[in-house]
């Protein structure tokens, strides 16, 4: 299993939000939130940004809105449901290494 199937998977267990939901244009904030971190750990993986609105069904800009360091760390400090969403999929992330 690849890293982008793995990640989608422990998404989907962690966050109860599936692939096909990530991918839809919902803007519900659960879904929201899974995208933006999927986002910002393709792109620590160095995938590229266009890489990663194709795989997200985003406009390139909104990646570059979601990757933002600034943004991330806001999220991390004020978002409860990031923050949580965040946490628990690098630590499976982790685990599966």
Do not use: Q, W
């Not at 990530?22 to 519900?28: H, L």
């Not at 160095?46 to 069904?57: A, D, F, G, P, R």
């Amino acid at each position: 299993m690849n890293y982008i199937d793995r990640l989608f998977e422990i998404v989907k267990s962690e966050c109860k939000v599936s692939e096909e939901e990530v991918k839809s244009k919902t803007r519900e904030r659960e879904v929201v939130v899974c995208r933006k971190i999927i986002a910002i750990l393709l792109r620590k993986e160095n995938y590229t940004i266009k890489y990663i609105s194709k795989l997200l069904n985003r406009n390139h800009s909104s990646i570059v809105y979601f990757t933002d360091y600034m943004k991330f760390e806001e999220g991390i400090k004020y978002d409860p449901l990031f923050k949580r969403y965040y946490n628990a999929v690098v630590d499976k992330l982790n685990e599966s290494k």
